[in-house]
Nanobody
Framework: EVQLQASGGGLVQAGGSLRLSCAASGFTLDEYAIGWFRQAPGKEREDISCIMNTDGGTYYADSVKGRFTISSDHAKNTVTLQMNSLKPEDTAVYYC???????????WGQGTQVTVSS
């Protein structure tokens, strides 16, 4: 059974950091890229970062570039999103997904809430 387990969300003050993890099971990180998405109340889902399964290439949305870093540990089958210099506008539910770093989403994980207070 394919599962993606996101964890690491929480409440942090502006300027602080959080590290989100996405643990994959039922497939390996060699098979799919992993993307991070977020959705704030009343807003559309935003594609914020992705890491390719083929060459480890990464993508960042302009809104997080320079503050967030995505990485993968194939031995642990886990992708991490290090989030620094957090802003109140980063508040959202964060999801990870198995994807092609394009338009295709193969599997969704459950979300983890990130709340940044001002």
């Amino acid at each position: 059974e394919v599962q993606l387990q996101a964890s690491g969300g929480g409440l942090v003050q502006a300027g602080g950091s959080l590290r989100l993890s996405c643990a994959a099971s039922g497939f390996t990180l060699d098979e799919y890229a992993i993307g991070w998405f977020r959705q704030a109340p009343g807003k559309e889902r935003e594609d914020i970062s992705c890491i390719m399964n083929t060459d480890g290439g990464t993508y960042y949305a302009d809104s997080v570039k320079g503050r967030f870093t995505i990485s993968s540990d194939h031995a642990k089958n886990t992708v991490t999103l290090q989030m620094n210099s957090l802003k109140p506008e980063d508040t959202a539910v964060y999801y990870c997904a198995a994807t092609d770093c394009g338009d295709l989403i193969y599997y969704w994980g459950q979300g983890t809430q990130v709340t940044v207070s001002s």
